[in-house]
């Protein structure tokens, strides 16, 4: 399912890990900012916390960094059967007589090529 989902918003893969990696910072950053006050823990407003653990006991962390070599991991799967696949084209395009020589292409259209083997990969 994530491979699909992957392959349908490829373009948010960056910004999702980025999110990620930008959470977990500001996690640490709240953790240690609550273990070196007594400010938050003394506001009304605690009274709302919304967890049933305390704040580092929430394995926020964990999660993240697992999450992104989830998201990594099925990313490189993809990419490993997109090149796969693009070999194996080049192998039957040098028995049609056509060869393509990746110096010879620029990025653009090693870009659609990729795009297009990406978009129609089956998993």
């Known amino acids: 399912m994530l491979k699909e989902i992957l392959k349908q918003q490829k373009d948010q893969i960056e910004p999702t890990i980025k999110a990620l990696e930008g959470f ?39 999660w993240v960094e697992a999450t992104i070599e989830e998201i990594r991991t099925a990313l490189f799967q993809l990419q490993k059967n997109i090149w796969k696949t693009l070999e194996f084209t080049i192998k039957l395009d040098k028995r049609g007589g056509k060869v393509y020589r990746f110096e010879k292409l620029n990025a653009r259209e090693l870009t659609t090529i990729l795009d297009s083997l990406f978009e129609t990969e089956k998993v």
Do not use: Q
């Open 24 to 62: 977990k910072d500001a996690y640490y950053t709240l953790l240690l900012t609550w273990y070196s006050s007594d400010i938050l823990n003394h506001t009304e407003s605690l009274d709302k916390y919304p967890f049933a653990k305390s704040f580092d006991e929430l394995e926020v962390i964990e």
